[in-house]
C-alpha cells in the first residue's frame, strides 16, 4: 500500500512539472506581429513583445517606468547585446495574454535576469504591454543609412542612423522640403514628398536623434541640414515620408471603403500620387457621404456619414481636412478642399462612410446577426 501511495505521489508530482509551460524567471521573445518581423527583417535586429515565466506559465511586462537599461537587460538575458537595446510601449507589437507579471520595472543594467529588477504588483492593461529591440550584433548600422517603416519601401516612419544605432526624427519643423531630401537619398525623387507628422505610419524605436530639421532641398542626406542631435519630442512625434514613385496602384482622386463588414460601408480612403490616405471627420457631412458613394456608383442621397474612425484607424497621409460639398458632385476633388496633405487630425478622426446598396436592403423590423462566423451569434 505504502510502494502504490508514493508511485502515486510521484506520478502525480511529475504530471505537475510536466504541466509547467517554463521556469519563472525565463523571458521570451514574442515576434508573432507583422511589425515586429518587419522591423527584424528590415533592420537586422530581434524585435517583439517581452514574456516573463511566473508560476509555470508566460506573462507580459507593463511598459509603466520601462527604459533602454531595461531592454538591455532583457536582450542580454536573451542571448543578444545589451549594447543599443531599445524598448517601445502601449502594445507596439501586439498585446499579449495571461498575466502582467512585472510593472514598474527599474534595473541598473548590471542584472542577469529581467525578474531581478526592482518591480511591483501591476495595475496595468495588456494594451501596455511593452516589447524590446535588440541588437544581435554591436553595430547594426552605419551612421548615415536611412530606412523607413511602413506597408511599401517608398513610405513609411524615417529611421536614421547615428553612432551605429537606428533612431527617428521628431516632426518639428519637419517639412515637404526635407521629405525631399530623405526621399532622394532612398533614389526616389525629391518632387511630390510628402511630410507626415504625429507618428502616421505608428512610433518607431530607438532614440530620437534629430530634432528641428531645416533643410533648403539641395542636400545630398539629413545629415547635412541644420537639425538638433538630440530631442525632448516622444515617439507620437515621430515624423514620416511619402516619396513618389514609379508603381502607382491607384490614380489621384480614386476613393475606396475599407474596413467595413460589407462592401457599401467602410473608412473613406482616397489616392494621391500613388498612395491611399484617409480623410479627417472635420465638417465631412452626409452631403460629402453622398458624393463618395455616387463616385464608388452607389445610389445617392441618403447616404450616412460616421466620424472617429469607426470602421478603424488607418495609417500615412491624412489627405483631406477639412472638406466642404453641396451633395450633387461627381467627385471629392470638386468639393473645397483644404490643401492635399495639410492635416491637423490623427488617425482617431477618420472618417467613414455608409452608402445606400440596392443589393443589401431590409425591411423595417428585421433583424441580423453581424461579426461572428457562427449563425447564431454576433453583434
Same mark, same amino acid.
Given at each position: 500500500m505504502k510502494t502504490l501511495l508514493l508511485t502515486t505521489v510521484i506520478l502525480s508530482l511529475f504530471a505537475s512539472v510536466q504541466s509547467l509551460e517554463?521556469?519563472?524567471?525565463?523571458?521570451?521573445l514574442n515576434s508573432s506581429s507583422p511589425t515586429a518581423q518587419k522591423i527584424s527583417s528590415t533592420f537586422?535586429?530581434?524585435?517583439?513583445?517581452?514574456?516573463?515565466?511566473?508560476?509555470?506559465?508566460?506573462?507580459?511586462?507593463?511598459?509603466?517606468?520601462?527604459?533602454?537599461?531595461? %531592454?538591455?537587460?532583457?536582450?542580454?538575458? *536573451?542571448?543578444?547585446?545589451?549594447?543599443g537595446a531599445s524598448f517601445v510601449g502601449l502594445a507596439y507589437f501586439g498585446a499579449g495574454q495571461g498575466q502582467i507579471v512585472?510593472?514598474?520595472?527599474?534595473?541598473?543594467?548590471?542584472e542577469?535576469?529581467?525578474?531581478?529588477?526592482?518591480?511591483?504588483?501591476?495595475?496595468?492593461?495588456? +494594451?501596455?504591454?511593452?516589447?524590446?529591440?535588440?541588437?544581435?550584433?554591436?553595430?547594426?548600422?552605419?551612421?548615415?543609412?536611412?530606412? *523607413?517603416?511602413?506597408?511599401?519601401?517608398?513610405?513609411?516612419?524615417?529611421?536614421?542612423?547615428?553612432?551605429?544605432?537606428?533612431g527617428t526624427i521628431c516632426d518639428d519643423k519637419?517639412? +515637404?522640403? %526635407? %521629405?525631399?531630401? &530623405?526621399?532622394?537619398?532612398?533614389g526616389y525623387s525629391r518632387q511630390g514628398a510628402?511630410?507626415?507628422?504625429?507618428? #502616421?505610419?505608428?512610433?518607431?524605436?530607438?532614440?530620437?536623434?534629430?530634432?528641428? &530639421?531645416?533643410?533648403?532641398g539641395t542636400e545630398e542626406n539629413i545629415y547635412q541640414c541644420?537639425?538638433?542631435?538630440?530631442?525632448?519630442?516622444?515617439?507620437?512625434?515621430? %515624423?514620416?515620408?511619402?516619396?513618389?514613385? #514609379?508603381?502607382?496602384?491607384?490614380?489621384?482622386? #480614386?476613393?475606396?471603403?475599407?474596413?467595413?463588414?460589407?462592401?457599401?460601408?467602410?473608412?473613406?480612403?482616397?489616392?494621391f500620387d500613388g498612395v491611399w490616405g484617409t480623410v479627417c471627420d472635420d465638417y465631412f457631412d452626409n452631403h460629402a457621404a453622398d458624393v463618395v458613394c455616387r463616385q464608388l456608383n452607389y445610389t445617392t442621397p441618403g447616404s450616412l456619414s460616421v466620424g472617429l474612425s469607426l470602421f478603424g484607424q488607418g495609417t500615412g497621409p491624412i489627405f483631406i481636412d477639412p472638406i466642404r460639398c453641396f451633395g450633387n458632385e461627381t467627385s471629392m476633388l470638386n468639393c473645397r478642399l483644404g490643401e492635399i496633405g495639410l492635416s491637423t487630425c490623427f488617425h482617431f478622426e477618420d472618417v467613414s462612410v455608409v452608402c445606400i446598396d440596392p443589393n443589401n436592403t431590409c425591411n423595417d423590423g428585421e433583424v441580423r446577426l453581424m461579426g461572428s462566423p457562427y449563425a447564431n451569434q454576433g453583434r
Open positions: 517554463c521556469t519563472d524567471g525565463d523571458i521570451r537586422g535586429v530581434k524585435a517583439g513583445r517581452i514574456e516573463v515565466c511566473a508560476a509555470g506559465a508566460w506573462g507580459t511586462v507593463c511598459d509603466d517606468s520601462f527604459t533602454d537599461v531595461n %531592454a538591455g537587460v532583457a536582450c542580454r538575458q *536573451l542571448g543578444y547585446s545589451a549594447r512585472l510593472d514598474d520595472v527599474s534595473c541598473t543594467g548590471n542577469t535576469r529581467l525578474a531581478d529588477c526592482f518591480n511591483r504588483v501591476s495595475n496595468c492593461q495588456h +494594451s501596455e504591454d511593452v516589447g524590446v529591440v535588440c541588437q544581435v550584433n554591436n553595430i547594426t548600422c552605419t551612421d548615415g543609412d536611412i530606412k *523607413l517603416i511602413g506597408p511599401a519601401e517608398y513610405e513609411g516612419t524615417i529611421q536614421v542612423c547615428l553612432n551605429n544605432r537606428f519637419f517639412n +515637404s522640403v %526635407a %521629405a525631399g531630401v &530623405v526621399c532622394n537619398s532612398l510628402i511630410a507626415l507628422m504625429w507618428s #502616421a505610419y505608428g512610433e518607431g524605436f530607438g532614440p530620437i536623434h534629430m530634432s528641428e &530639421v531645416v533643410c533648403n541644420q537639425y538638433f542631435e538630440g530631442s525632448d519630442c516622444i515617439h507620437f512625434e515621430d %515624423a514620416g515620408v511619402v516619396c513618389k514613385h #514609379a508603381n502607382s496602384s491607384c490614380e489621384d482622386g #480614386a476613393v475606396r471603403l475599407v474596413g467595413g463588414l460589407v462592401l457599401s460601408e467602410g473608412r473613406v480612403e482616397v489616392c
